[in-house]
């Protein structure tokens, strides 16, 4: 009989929303273009009030002049004259006078920001009878009207001379200008986040106990990034020694202990007559055996052939020492051919402390039998493997520490012998393995361990 399906709300614990972060590459890249725009922002109200505004100004005079010099010369020339006055003006100067008809039809010149006051000096320089066009008679053009005595006159002249900037050629410049700026502001802060994005790297491997793995640039151009690379490593080579030496101590402690308590159980066993009292003395000292299994397995170092392992053969594997203990029972509800990349000792070794630590504290109250579920589901390439008994469970204050090394729960889940590293070393096995492990209190009772490992897709 297959265990029954978990609810997706109680297979982890609730997490509160992540903020919305940002990396340190594009915080700084962000804060150089907000430098970079407020600086273009400032250059462009200074362009405007230093030359954009005299360009405008001297743009009018010269529009007036170029007027008035056309009325003076026409006021003073005869028939031939102005006919040859009239063709080359438009020849050379690119400029058309036309004689001003009541019924011509005039659309205003249309101008905004400092080109009006373009039109309104115009207008002050040539007289309040003067108009100002965009269009004459379907014409397009700058046209401007004016007065010769009882004749009236239009003076059509090219619209770009009321475009002091160029046209639209300044935008272009202002944005090839911003577009390089910006690319320079992201090489900047990829320049300056390269050395602490691989120091995060660094620290990230020495967090998980790779403390060789990733040494940093001693030579380093900067001062102050040399000095933190040379300290950096020379921590990482600290805390790899030590962590030999701890490993070699406890190996060396595991030793010379094991040879006295393998005597002392055997003088055990042919001097004391008691059977009962021999038997509680061979028990305590398989008890501090087992503790000394214990410490061995928490110091034990990261196992280095991670591949596929099939998890149906590791569970078989890990409850077949209880198959037969009528107040154990274990439903496993796992698919056969799933796979995922561990190290096959080391799960069965998460796996059998999870089940001891089950037997001995998950006794279901109403009548003492130990109930355990195995499942495993499959969610976004990771295998979440659930271990769930129907004991008691623990307080909320105790289910905070239980995998600190060396913490013992509550009554209901402690054992006096115990050296309070089960769970510990569950973890710190698990996380060996390039997964995750958890630990809470069922909603429908019991303690539930849930665990995520990489999965390892089945070959076909």
């Given at each position: 009989?297959?265990?029954?399906?978990?609810?997706?709300?109680?297979?982890?614990?609730?997490?509160?929303?992540?903020?919305?972060?940002?990396?340190?590459?594009?915080?700084?890249?962000?804060?150089?273009?907000?430098?970079?725009?407020?600086?273009?922002?400032?250059?462009?109200?200074?362009?405007?009030?230093?030359?954009?505004?005299?360009?405008?100004?001297?743009?009018?005079?010269?529009?007036?002049?170029?007027?008035?010099?056309?009325?003076?010369?026409?006021?003073?020339?005869?028939?031939?004259?102005?006919?040859?006055?009239?063709?080359?003006?438009?020849?050379?100067?690119?400029?058309?006078?036309?004689?001003?008809?009541?019924?011509?039809?005039?659309?205003?010149?249309?101008?905004?920001?400092?080109?009006?006051?373009?039109?309104?000096?115009?207008?002050?320089?040539?007289?309040?009878?003067?108009?100002?066009?965009?269009?004459?008679?379907?014409?397009?053009?700058?046209?401007?009207?004016?007065?010769?005595?009882?004749?009236?006159?239009?003076?059509?002249?090219?619209?770009?001379?009321?475009?002091?900037?160029?046209?639209?050629?300044?935008?272009?410049?202002?944005?090839?200008?911003?577009?390089?700026?910006?690319?320079?502001?992201?090489?900047?802060?990829?320049?300056?986040?390269?050395?602490?994005?691989?120091?995060?790297?660094?620290?990230?491997?020495?967090?998980?106990?790779?403390?060789?793995?990733?040494?940093?640039?001693?030579?380093?151009?900067?001062?102050?990034?040399?000095?933190?690379?040379?300290?950096?490593?020379?921590?990482?080579?600290?805390?790899?020694k030590i962590e030999q030496e701890r490993a070699l101590m406890l190996a060396g402690i595991s030793h010379d202990l094991r040879t006295p308590l393998a005597r002392l159980r055997l003088e055990t066993e042919l001097s004391v007559a008691d059977l009962e009292t021999r038997d509680l003395m061979a028990a305590d000292i398989a008890q501090l055996d087992a503790i000394i299994d214990k410490f061995l397995d928490y110091a034990r170092p990261e196992p280095t052939d991670l591949g596929p392992v099939l998890l149906s053969g590791v569970i078989s594997r890990s409850i077949a020492p209880w198959r037969n203990n009528q107040r154990f029972e274990i439903k496993v509800d796992v698919a056969e051919d799933l796979q995922v990349k561990a190290e096959q000792v080391e799960l069965v070794r998460v796996l059998s402390n999870l089940l001891e630590n089950a037997r001995r504290y998950g006794q279901s109250?109403?009548?003492?039998?130990?109930?355990?579920?195995?499942?495993?589901?499959?969610?976004?390439?990771?295998?979440?493997?659930?271990?769930?008994?129907?004991?008691?469970?623990?307080?909320?204050?105790?289910?905070?520490?239980?995998?600190?090394?060396?913490?013992?729960?509550?009554?209901?889940?402690?054992?006096?012998?115990?050296?309070?590293?089960?769970?510990?070393?569950?973890?710190?096995?698990?996380?060996?393995?390039?997964?995750?492990?958890?630990?809470?209190?069922?909603?429908?009772?019991?303690?539930?361990?849930?665990?995520?490992?990489?999965?390892?897709?089945?070959?076909?």
């Amino acid at each position: 009989m297959s265990a029954p399906e978990i609810p997706p709300e109680q297979t982890e614990p609730e997490q509160s929303p992540r903020r919305f972060k940002l990396s340190l590459f594009w915080r700084t890249f962000f804060l150089l273009a907000l430098l970079i725009l407020c600086s273009s922002l400032a250059w462009l109200q200074m362009f405007r009030t230093q030359e954009y505004e005299p360009r405008i100004l001297r743009n009018a005079h010269q529009i007036a002049t170029v007027v008035n010099l056309t009325k003076t010369a026409l006021m003073h020339s005869d028939a031939i004259a102005r006919v040859a006055l009239l063709k080359m003006l438009a020849d050379e100067e690119d400029v058309s006078i036309q004689t001003r008809e009541p019924g011509d039809k005039i659309v205003p010149f249309i101008a905004s920001g400092m080109e009006n006051r373009l039109v309104e000096e115009m207008v002050k320089r040539l007289g309040p009878g003067t108009v100002i066009a965009s269009r004459v008679n379907d014409a397009a053009g700058l046209w401007v009207g004016f007065q010769i005595e009882q004749d009236s006159y239009w003076l059509q002249m090219d619209p770009e001379r009321l475009q002091p900037l160029g046209g639209s050629a300044w935008l272009t410049w202002l944005g090839v200008t911003l577009t390089l700026s910006l690319t320079g502001a992201a090489l900047v802060a990829r320049l300056i986040n390269r050395p602490l994005k691989r120091l995060s790297f660094a620290a990230s491997q020495v967090r998980e106990g790779h403390f060789n793995t990733s040494t940093l640039d001693e030579d380093a151009a900067t001062s102050e990034i040399r000095e933190v690379n040379i300290g950096f490593n020379r921590m990482a080579e600290r805390l790899a020694k030590i962590e030999q030496e701890r490993a070699l101590m406890l190996a060396g402690i595991s030793h010379d202990l094991r040879t006295p308590l393998a005597r002392l159980r055997l003088e055990t066993e042919l001097s004391v007559a008691d059977l009962e009292t021999r038997d509680l003395m061979a028990a305590d000292i398989a008890q501090l055996d087992a503790i000394i299994d214990k410490f061995l397995d928490y110091a034990r170092p990261e196992p280095t052939d991670l591949g596929p392992v099939l998890l149906s053969g590791v569970i078989s594997r890990s409850i077949a020492p209880w198959r037969n203990n009528q107040r154990f029972e274990i439903k496993v509800d796992v698919a056969e051919d799933l796979q995922v990349k561990a190290e096959q000792v080391e799960l069965v070794r998460v796996l059998s402390n999870l089940l001891e630590n089950a037997r001995r504290y998950g006794q279901s109250p109403s009548d003492g039998i130990t109930r355990v579920e195995i499942v495993a589901r499959v969610h976004d390439g990771w295998v979440l493997l659930r271990v769930r008994d129907q004991g008691p469970g623990v307080s909320e204050e105790a289910l905070k520490n239980l995998t600190q090394p060396f913490f013992r729960g509550d009554a209901a889940r402690t054992e006096a012998t115990g050296s309070g590293l089960g769970l510990a070393i569950v973890e710190r096995s698990v996380q060996r393995m390039g997964g995750t492990f958890s630990v809470f209190n069922n909603s429908a009772g019991g303690l539930m361990a849930l665990m995520k490992f990489r999965q390892v897709p089945s070959e076909s």
